[in-house]
Nanobody, 124 residues
Framework: VRLVESGGGLVQPGASLRLSCAAS????????TGWFRQAPGKERDFVAA????????YYADSVKGRFTISRDNAKNTVYLQMNSLKPEDTAVYFC??????????????????WGQGTQVTVSS
């Protein structure tokens, strides 16, 4: 499975961005897909995840109520809608995929496939 992120950029605090994670090589309708982020000098942190069917979602406390993960399996794509962005959201955002049923979906070690990342910078 190849994953390619897009949609990052430079925005002001309070703005919105929508990240996309396009998959190829295999349909990901049976894969839980997650978003992680890594700020300079920090570890990679879990942001959100969604089950292959899209029925179940998971969020880090720091983004609950501001970020929404969704997917369009017909397009083999997962999205991360980010609203009310804050400077502390600045990071490289990665999408990752793992088979449904994997236990450690809030940990990077739970994912087999990773994209290269897209930079999100929130600054005035």
């Amino acid at each position: 499975v190849r994953l390619v992120e897009s949609g990052g950029g430079l925005v002001q605090p309070g703005a919105s961005l929508r990240l996309s994670c396009a998959a190829s090589g295999r349909t990901i309708s049976t894969y839980t897909t997650g978003w992680f982020r890594q700020a300079p000098g920090k570890e990679r942190d879990f942001v959100a995840a969604i089950s292959g069917s899209g029925v179940t979602t998971y969020y880090a406390d720091s983004v609950k109520g501001r970020f929404t993960i969704s997917r369009d399996n017909a397009k083999n794509t997962v999205y991360l809608q980010m609203n009310s962005l804050k400077p502390e959201d600045t990071a490289v955002y990665f999408c990752a995929a793992t088979m449904d049923g994997t236990a450690a979906i809030m940990k990077g070690s739970g994912y087999r496939y990773w994209g290269q990342g897209t930079q999100v910078t929130v600054s005035s």
